[in-house]
């Protein structure tokens, strides 16, 4: 009976310290992709950055460059970094709300391109290069003709 009770108790506490999350992150659609996150065994380190980074949302800022530009001032927005070499773009410009992706160049671990459009037919393209995950720069030109100077967290 002894031995019965042992056994239960130490697959009752396996069992409790094995555990498994299911964790929400966004799929490279924007949608809701729920991934399981298996926990490592006790005392084993807790994985670094390299293994499944989380996408980063970062600040986007545009500095206008040229005449047409100067009257909206800076223009922000979003840059949502999936980690896999793409991202997702959102910038508010003149009351339209433009979405897009963002691209990393093949065989060019930092350099990228972006493209945005709104329902309303406005568009902007950028080219940017990353200095880390976190932070690059870039320029910007948009339908109108308007150009900007591009910056991408650093908050």
């Given at each position: 009976?002894k ?7 130490l ?9 498994c ?25 807790m ?7 989380m996408?980063q ?13 100067t ?5 922000t ?22 979405t897009?992706e963002?691209?990393?160049v ?10 945005a459009?709104s329902?309303?037919?406005?568009y ?5 290069q ?5 932070q ?15 910056h991408?967290?650093?908050?």
């Amino acid at each position: 009976m002894k031995f019965a009770q042992t056994t239960l108790a130490l697959a009752l506490a396996a069992a409790l310290v094995s555990g498994c999350y299911v964790v929400p992150v966004r799929g490279t659609d924007g949608n809701v992709v729920y991934q399981p996150y298996v926990l490592p065994p006790p005392g084993s380190p807790m994985p670094g950055p390299s293994v499944g980074a989380m996408p980063q949302v970062l600040s986007a800022k545009l500095y206008p460059a040229n005449d047409l530009a100067t009257p909206t001032g800076v223009v922000t927005g979003t840059v949502t970094n999936m980690m896999t070499g793409k991202g997702q773009f959102q910038v508010n410009y003149l009351g339209e709300v433009l979405t897009g992706e963002a691209t990393r160049v093949s065989n060019d671990q930092r350099r990228g391109v972006a493209s945005a459009f709104s329902p309303r037919g406005t568009y902007m393209s950028c080219e940017y290069q990353m200095s880390t995950p976190y932070q690059g720069a870039g320029t910007c030109t948009f339908s109108n003709g308007a150009k900007y100077q591009l910056h991408v967290g650093g908050n």
